[in-house]
């Protein structure tokens, strides 16, 4: 079922993923696994993402940061560039500051906003050694007939101080540096990422909206 899920996202098909999810959620709760029901957390945040149900994706892909597994859907790093910009735009501050500012996973990632991460999913890959066994035979799409359609890819090193500058010029008041993070951050992530780009310029105006 997660399968048909990234064949769906794969050929950006909303209605399709959407009634894939559902049925999902129905076999998860009717009986799945720990595994699955977490995986399914971040399948759901990614496509709430597509709807621009920034909302609704916030808690999920939040509360997948500490448990991600799903390497076959995206990275670690990309994962928490999703949940940042999330919880960026539709959290109240309180719960900004509680779950993003403050999250020791994201503070991780981020650091002080100077600092670059070339870590991030060989940090989580250690975190859920537990679960390779049972990931081992999961398909990557990206991967698909090259001979290597298991998890063993390695990221390259990807430069989060855009996205930090964003976070704490946003909950700090700095609207100077928010403004210029937010530049950033449209030029090193919306732009490239295939499931942001078509949102950035409603991005864009909701987050100079929320400044």
């Not at 079922?1 to 129905?26: C, S």
């Not at 910009?85 to 100077?114: H, N, W, Y």
């Not at 070339?118 to 035979?137: F, H, L, Q």
């Not at 942001?196 to 409603?202: I, K």
């Amino acid at each position: 079922m997660l399968a048909i899920i990234r064949i769906g996202l794969f050929f950006n098909d909303k209605v399709f993923v959407k009634k894939q999810v559902e049925r999902a959620n129905i076999l998860v709760e009717g009986g799945g696994d720990w595994d699955r029901r977490n995986r399914l957390k971040a399948y759901k945040g990614l496509h709430l993402l597509t709807v621009r149900s920034y909302n609704l994706a916030a808690p999920l892909l939040l509360d997948s940061l500490s448990t991600f597994t799903s390497y076959e859907l995206c990275s670690y790093s990309s994962l928490v560039t999703y949940a940042v910009l999330a919880g960026s735009l539709s959290l109240k501050r309180v719960d900004f500051k509680a779950k993003v500012v403050d999250a020791p996973e994201i503070k991780a990632i981020l650091g002080d906003g100077e600092d670059k991460a070339p870590g991030a999913d060989e940090e989580m890959r250690d975190v859920s050694a537990s679960t390779t066994e049972r990931a081992g035979g999961l398909v990557n799409l990206t991967t698909l007939g090259s001979g290597s359609a298991v998890e063993n890819q390695t990221e390259a090193p990807v430069d989060m101080s855009s996205l930090a500058g964003l976070v704490n010029s946003l909950y700090g008041g700095n609207y100077r540096g928010f403004f210029t993070s937010l530049a950033a951050v449209e030029e090193a992530f919306l732009t490239h990422d295939r499931y942001l780009y078509e949102h950035r310029a409603w991005f864009v105006r909701e987050m100079r909206l929320r400044g």
